[in-house]
């Protein structure tokens, strides 16, 4: 198991964000019933497991002026996803890069990046950029942009 | 954009202030006993000043949280859903799903899949539970698309100021 019970209860107390006052981590030892140094070990350990991927501060892109947010798919050869992905992976405008199941007939794509600008065009321009990357690898993509968001929230872990 | 430029100088030492402030620390946030003090020396502003600015920054909707992003399905068990849903009975479904405490994520898209969320779960069989308790609810079925591998490199998210 990646986690035990005390790394769960650390992470129930700061999954909506870190209390924000001078020494955050008082805050969180007291609720739990360990100490501030444990915490801290704690989770310095899940970022070295690559639990927890980073700390800090979180910003919301929506609010942040990225109005077009558009969940790019993409039908490549399994055999060349690991190479591909890779390479969408490290674009800077790509939040998101992931390998999906397939389902046929209805869902034929594999890859998913999610990608954000300003304008649908601007995203649509990331979109080529993709598209020429994958070049003949890509034998089709499909762009699903959000039009409303219905609910969000972090992650939310209910005690077992 | 994960190296994007700040303009400096154009609005003043406080707006530059309040961009480093959300843009440097996605990253090098100091795991200090003090790390709002911290982030106050670099910055050259005071404590209290970085604890103000990021309360108005999360009450705003701006940042969303100071804290830990955390890598799918290490804690816990995850999949993306989709749902193919007739326009005039999206809202209701839509509301059913949200209604869902397993649900964190929940958007609305131009697709016949039509409505996406995140489902998260202690673990696989709560999930799976999980999954048929949602289509058992809204009377759809989803479609399932667990992350089979992840290629995204972390940069962070620069904020652009416009």
Known sequence: MPIDAIDRQIIEATQSGLPLVEQPYVEVAQQIGISEAEVMQRICA???KDIIRRIGVVPNHYALGYKANGMTVWDVPDEHIAELGKKIGTLEFVSHCYQRPRFLPEWPYNLFAMVHAGTKEEAMQQVDVIAELLGDMNRQHDVLFSTKILKKTGLRLKSK | MAHHIIQYGTEGTESTVE???????QH???????????MAETLGITEDEVLELLKCKQDEGVISRVGAVFKPNRVGAS????????DEKLQQVAEQVSAFESINHNYQREHRFNLWFVITAPDKSALENEIKAIESKTGYTILNLPMVAD????LGFDIKWT
């Open chain 1, 46 to 48: 899940m970022q070295e």
């Open chain 2, 79 to 86: 999949t993306l859903a989709a749902m193919a849903v007739e």
């Open chain 2, 28 to 38: 090098d946030f100091p795991l200090s006993p003090t790390p709002f003090a911290d």
């Open chain 2, 151 to 154: 290629y995204h490199i972390d």
């Open chain 2, 19 to 25: 961009q480093r402030l959300l843009n440097d620390f």
